[in-house]
Every structure is written in C-alpha cells, then in structure tokens.
C-alpha cells in the first residue's frame, strides 16, 4: 500500500511561481513511474509531467515552464511551476505506478488570477 499527500497549491497572480510536493509514505519502494496530473473545471484529468528510471516527459502546455523532480531521501516528488498561466487553474493531482496498481493523491488546487 501506498499513501501520497500533495501540498504547495495556493491563489497565485500570473507569472507567479508555485512548488507542489507530494510526499509518500508506505511500499515506495515499488514505484517505476510518478507522475503529476491537473484537472481543470468541466474537462478531462491530464498528465502534465512524469518521471521513471531517470528521464522527465511534460506535456507541451508545461513544457520549458514547469520541472519534475525527486527527492528519494524525503520520498517525496516535486513539481516546479513558474510563468503561471490562468490556464494553469487546476487541481493537480500526483500519482504513482507501481506493479500491480497505481495510487493517487487528494489533489492540491491551483488558481492563477489573471
């Protein structure tokens, strides 16, 4: 089993800076894959960033703003955002692959006011 918390999100002003945690806690150990999502209202949950064996993959929307990261000590991911966009407005949310499942986080929400 795994537990992941996600946390950083906040009202931020366009062109503003936000970093998003999300710490696990539980069978880390097992995980091949973490990723980051974002679901804004009324439209499709998105992957926006993922990471595994070392290489990085974004979505073109975040792709040169946005950076994923680890910290294998703290077992947390990170997620960099800098240049928000109002169309960053979201609820992001992390998750991780492991063999046989995959586990989500409660989500942190996002709101970039123009």
């Known amino acids: 089993q795994l537990q992941l918390v996600e946390s950083g999100g906040g009202l931020v002003q366009r062109g503003a800076s936000l970093r998003l945690s999300c710490t696990a806690s539980?069978?880390?150990?097992?995980?091949?894959?973490w990723a980051w999502y974002r679901q804004a209202p009324g439209k499709q949950r998105e992957t926006i960033a993922n990471t595994t064996s070392g290489h990085t993959n974004y979505a073109d929307s975040v792709k040169g703003r946005f950076t994923i990261s680890r910290d294998n000590a703290k077992n947390t991911v990170y997620l960099e955002m800098n240049s928000l966009k109002p169309e960053d407005t979201a609820v992001y949310y992390c998750k991780a692959d492991g063999p046989w499942t995959n586990y989500w986080g409660q989500g942190t929400q996002v709101t970039v006011s123009s």
């Open positions: 539980g069978s880390v150990f097992s995980v091949h894959t």
